[in-house]
């Protein structure tokens, strides 16, 4: 019983996505998506089309033994952190 509360953090830290803004030199904005290793890219995918709503570009994608990570950028988008 003592192993439940573990395995449910575990479940929920594999579901997280984070989103990390990334301003470029030239005014441009890319966000890295990272979401769990045990989540789908759907996932990702889902952020991404949240961020960028009339599409992306993507930059990169890898995925490794603690996440996947998604790096894209929005068409046209240099307004975001201005």
């Known amino acids: 019983m003592k192993a439940l509360?573990?395995?449910l953090a575990?479940?929920?830290l594999a579901g997280c996505t984070t989103v990390q803004q990334?301003?470029?030199p030239d005014g441009s904005v890319?966000?890295?998506v990272?979401?769990?290793a045990g989540t789908g890219w759907n996932v990702c995918y889902k952020e991404a089309n949240e961020l960028?709503?009339?599409g992306y570009n993507t930059l990169s994608?890898?995925?490794g033994l603690n996440r996947k990570e998604?790096?894209?950028s929005c068409p046209g988008d240099k307004k975001n952190g201005s």
Do not use: F, H
Request: hydrophobic share 45%; aromatic share 4%; proline share 8%.
């Open 70 to 72: 998604l790096r894209i």
């Open 34 to 36: 990272a979401c769990g």
């Open 30 to 32: 890319e966000y890295l």
């Open 5 to 7: 509360p573990l395995l």
């Open 22 to 24: 990334i301003k470029r």
């Open 61 to 63: 994608k890898d995925a």
């Open 52 to 54: 960028c709503p009339s």
């Open 10 to 12: 575990l479940v929920v």
